[in-house]
């Protein structure tokens, strides 16, 4: 499989790792972000994915500046942590409408075109957590396990039309979104982990470069893990 992949979030972290693996492995790989600004050689496109207008908008526009999209990873993602009793309601509904609802609404956008060519590829960036849950991540961890019911749903309502969904779910990665965890909580999240370490970005991204790859026709519906 080449032709265009589209990576939300794609301008740090996880995304931007995943663009650049996509990039290698021969895709013309754009950068979906908010601020919208090229990343090296990677072009890039405004996208939030918060906002329906946005999608539609960004989708255009990789469509009129290089083709249709055959592969669109979902990354863009946020946490608002914090304990139920304390947690505001704009905690909640953020992280459902960035992690979860924004996904969907990028999946749904993207399916139009994959299904008129017949073949694509639907990657979401879950986590770890959507299994094992975590505390003071009530509001994350839903959002995550939201993204597995909707990409074995969309596999079985896409896969007739020759396009694959499936999840990535990582560990503990070494991103901006982790390092504000100060060290004490860092040592006591790396003390579950066998492997006793973080995950690289690039670890998370070429396991979605698979995933986008010929190598991976026939996995559909599946959750990879890739948390040491
Ligand atoms: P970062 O905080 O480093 O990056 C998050 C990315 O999401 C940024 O590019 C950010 O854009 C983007 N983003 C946030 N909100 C929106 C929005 N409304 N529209 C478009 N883009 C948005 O996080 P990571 O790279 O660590 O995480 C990437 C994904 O991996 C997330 O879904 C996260 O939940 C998941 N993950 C991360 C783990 C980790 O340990 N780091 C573990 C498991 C999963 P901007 O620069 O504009 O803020």
Redesign the pocket.
């Known amino acids: 499989m080449t032709g265009v992949a589209l990576v939300?979030?794609?301008?740090?972290?996880?995304?931007l790792a995943t663009a650049q693996a996509l990039g290698s492995a021969g895709f013309t790989s754009v950068v979906?972000?908010?601020?919208g600004v090229a990343v090296g050689a990677l072009p890039a496109v405004t996208?939030?994915?918060?906002s329906t207008a946005s999608v539609d908008t960004a989708f255009e526009q990789v469509e009129a500046e290089h083709g249709p999209v055959d592969v669109l990873v979902a990354?863009?993602?946020?946490?608002r942590d914090g304990l139920i009793m304390r947690m505001p309601d704009a905690d909640i509904t953020d992280v459902l409408e960035?992690?979860l609802v924004?996904a969907i609404r990028c999946a749904r956008r993207a399916s139009r075109g994959m299904i008129r060519a017949r073949r694509g590829r639907i990657i979401f960036?879950?986590?770890?957590v959507w299994a094992l849950g975590s505390a003071g991540q009530v509001n994350?961890a839903a959002a995550?396990a939201g993204l597995v019911g909707a990409a074995r749903s969309l596999a079985r309502e896409l896969g007739p039309r020759g396009v694959t969904v499936n999840v990535v779910a990582?560990?503990?990665?070494d991103?901006?979104?982790?390092a504000v965890l100060g060290q004490e909580r860092t040592d006591e999240i790396l003390r579950q982990v066998p492997l006793a370490r973080l995950a690289q970005?690039a670890e998370i991204a070429r396991v979605i470069a698979f995933l986008a790859s010929d190598d991976a026709a026939y996995i559909t519906g599946a959750v990879i893990p890739v948390d040491g």
């Not at 939300?8 to 995304?15: F, K, L």
């Not at 960036?125 to 770890?128: A, G, H, N, T």
């Not at 991103?175 to 982790?178: L, N």
Request: aromatic content about 6%; charged content about 15%.
């Open positions: 939300t979030g794609g301008n740090r972290g996880i995304g979906g972000s908010r601020a996208l939030d994915v918060t990354n863009a993602g946020i946490t960035t992690n924004g960036v879950s986590s770890v994350y995550k990582p560990g503990f990665v991103t901006d979104m982790t970005p």
